[in-house]
């Protein structure tokens, strides 16, 4: 009986998240009939993950600088988060159905809950790691300067690739969208040590999945800038020695 509640929590009653008019709209481009809306946020969400790739616009002190990481997030900010809303607003669209919204709250912080629980206390032992640990240790400034770079860098992302990318693939292909949404999410993780990148995919589909399950960003969003603030710390933390 507990389980079926579980997977009635879990899986019941899924979520509908029908097209409107502005989500039907297809153009032809030399004969492939695409959606429109759909078509504009894969490219956008592409061209502004190659540009913040590829071009430091503010300065950088070395990858994993504290300085480099507070510069990134200042970017990030306004490319993943400022341009696509910006876009939305000419769109005359409302940014909560990109999951700029509170949504199933209920459902969304008891696993958000239920998710930090099981896996923070993990991430501190991953955190040992000597792979993880010298990457990240070194991007250790105060808990608090490292919390502020992650909420900017992390919650825009998380608006570009599973708020505005994410729920205009929803209701134009269906939940495949947050299987889609995925590579997008690894192509930013490149470079990083294999065990991260690597976890990409389970990890991308589990916020995917939550943003899908709740029709929100928020909740995923939190839960990975606590990820990201608890592996800094705990990594800067076990190069001290413990």
Partial sequence: MRRARILAFLAGDPPEHPPEAIDRRTFSLVGLRLPALATTAILLASLLLLLQHNHDILPRFGPVDPRSLR????ERFVLFGLVPLAL??????????YGLRIGDARRGLILLGVLSVVSLPAIVLVARVPEIRDWYAPSMSTTGGVAISNVLDLVSTEFLIRGFLLFALLRAVGPVGVVIAVVPFAFTHIGKPDIELLSTLGGGLVFGWLNWRTGSIWYSAVYHVLIQTTVIVAA???AAGG
Wanted: glycine share 6%; net charge positive.
């Fill in 71 to 74: 510069n990134q997030a200042i």
């Fill in 88 to 97: 939305l607003l000419a769109l005359r669209e409302d940014p909560r159905r």
């Fill in 236 to 238: 800067a933390g076990w």
